[in-house]
């Protein structure tokens, strides 16, 4: 947990993040991680480090055409960025949404820990799939 930034810089950063993912910016999304930065999707393994995000965040890109993290609620309580929202997104033609809480932890003005909470059977049913993408991108 970082106190060297203010929480206003912390949910611009979270607002950037946002803005990559909708731009499908994967360079971008995994660069705003400390090297050996964890996005952690909590109902599976974490991905550990920049290079894995990269793998990861770049391989969800397989077909997608388009995602918006609609930001519904975003505020820091103890120094952690808290984000709720709905993510959208067309994926082979077929459009899905799926509610989401993340969790950001910093160090600076990187991104040391992020943990997401969703429904995954609601989330690869709402992207048509029938086969986790989590074993397509490791």
């Known amino acids: 947990m970082s106190e060297s930034l203010t929480d206003e810089q912390k949910i611009a950063i979270g607002r ?19 090297p050996d930065g964890v996005l952690h999707s909590m109902m599976v ?8 995000v ?18 519904r609620h975003m505020g820091v309580i103890d120094g952690v960025l808290y984000m709720e929202r709905s993510d959208e997104f067309v994926i082979r033609g077929k459009f899905g949404s799926a509610p989401v809480v993340g969790v950001l932890e910093f160090e600076g003005p990187l991104i040391k820990v992020w ?10 049913k709402a992207m048509g799939l029938v086969e986790d993408f989590d074993a397509k991108t490791r």
């Open 115 to 124: 943990r997401e909470y969703y429904d995954r059977a609601h989330l690869l």
């Open 16 to 34: 950037e993040m946002a803005e990559a993912w909708r731009a499908l910016d994967w360079r971008k999304v995994a660069d705003m991680f400390t």
């Open 45 to 52: 393994d974490p991905i550990v480090g920049r290079d894995a």
């Open 54 to 71: 990269f793998k990861r965040v770049s391989g969800l890109g397989d077909g997608l055409e388009s995602i918006t993290l609609n930001i």
